[in-house]
């Protein structure tokens, strides 16, 4: 395996636009025109969104930086685990309505059983880290749609672009689940239309829609929260993140502080980390 390959980002066209060093203020409704309760309801309601905040920015950090390590020092062994498991399917006696080859994240799941049961532990694993990373951004995408429920109605919406904007919400939010939808066949999907190949091994170019598949789940709840973040005045990250860091790995914890330096278009710590987000595939 090459060592200096990174994980595929988005391009420069994909990037939202921030501000950078802005200090931003909860954006809810006109607290002149609220009744004492009302405010006071406000006043709680952004207490939630905070602690709402908090939580799906580490766990989105730490998915990332756990596909990172698989796409980067593991993309190999699961190429060869593919193969592997298509192998033993084209084997195997099933329904005719069954393909001879993993077509979804379910059969992915279903094969590494039918791996570890002839003794091929080593690929039944690779695959089953594809189907988890796949699994943990699905579950994010859950929860973030309840805090989009949780804001939607209360932060005002005063202009046209605002509306464009809470709908790009939705879509990323959707666009998660459509991207680690279980039963999709990603095999023949366009995902890798604008990464160069050169580096990867003809087997690698083969299964490599899989992986990217979660990419584009991770992209598009990078850019939910970026979003989020504008639409509420909500920073992404808490003006005091140590708390966080209890909660985390250090290179988790340095993974948030890079991912929130990519959303906010700073100068990150760690380019090659970043890479899932700045769009560099050397």
């Known amino acids: 395996m090459k060592d200096a390959k990174k994980s595929p980002g988005p391009s420069a066209a994909e990037k939202g636009k921030g501000k950078e060093g802005e200090k931003k203020e909860p954006r809810e409704k006109d607290p002149e025109k609220m009744t004492p309760k009302e405010r006071q309801r406000m006043a709680k309601t952004v207490r939630q969104w905070r602690v709402a905040v908090d939580f799906l920015f580490r766990h989105l950090a730490v998915i990332t930086f756990r596909f990172n390590v698989f796409f980067v020092r593991q993309l190999t062994d699961f190429a060869k685990a593919m193969d592997a498991g298509d192998e033993l399917r084209s084997q ?5 309505s069954d393909k001879p080859r993993i077509t979804s994240i379910k059969t992915m799941v ?13 690929e039944a694993e690779r695959l089953r880290q594809l189907a988890d990373l796949s699994g943990r951004i699905r579950t994010w995408g859950l929860m973030a749609n309840d805090y989009h429920k949780l804001i939607t109605g209360v932060i005002e919406v005063e202009t046209e672009e605002d509306e464009d904007n809470m709908d790009r919400m939705t879509s990323f939010i959707n666009g998660i689940q459509s991207y680690t939808n279980r039963n999709y066949d990603f095999s023949h999907s366009k995902f890798v239309h604008k990464i160069d190949l050169s580096e990867f091994t003809e087997m690698e170019k083969v299964y490599l829609n899989w992986p990217v598949a979660v990419r584009s789940a991770l992209f598009s709840a990078s850019q939910y929260m970026k979003m989020a973040s504008e639409m509420t005045g909500m920073t992404i990250l808490d003006e005091n993140p140590t708390p966080m860091l209890t909660e985390m790995q250090a290179a988790e914890f340095l993974m948030a502080l890079n991912l929130d330096d990519a959303l906010n278009e700073r100068n990150t ?3 090659q980390q970043m890479a899932l987000l700045l769009g560099q595939h050397h």
């Open 110 to 122: 279903e094969t590494a059983d039918d791996l570890e049961a002839a003794g091929k532990t080593d």
């Open 269 to 271: 710590q760690d380019e």
């Open 92 to 96: 195997q006696k099933r329904k005719k």
